[in-house]
């Protein structure tokens, strides 16, 4: 309920620029209690831990390609609007 609680929170105050930067922290923090507590992985055995590890490291390997692919990408200053896309 905490975790619910801090997300509705979040979700209704302005911190800018760092606003997916917090939900994003608190979708983690719930998560990873998911993971270990309703997923019974804090008592598993240590070969599942060791998955459960490996799984998290692909994922961050997979994500730092990503975004290293982003960054290489140039970026306009906006979007083109829906008239720009539709002429004929």
């Known amino acids: 309920m905490a975790g ?19 939900a994003l922290a608190i979708a983690t923090i719930k998560a990873t209690l998911v ?4 997923m019974h992985a804090r008592y598993s055995p240590k070969r599942t831990q060791l998955v459960i590890v490996c799984a998290v490291f692909w994922l961050a390997i997979m994500l730092s390609l ?21 002429r004929a």
């Open 35 to 38: 993971v270990l507590y309703f």
């Open 66 to 86: 990503t975004l290293a692919d982003y960054n290489t990408r140039r970026h306009e200053g906006r979007l083109a609007s829906a008239t720009t896309c539709y």
């Open 4 to 22: 619910t609680g801090m997300t509705v929170w979040a979700a209704f105050q302005n911190f800018g620029k760092f606003n997916i930067v917090i």
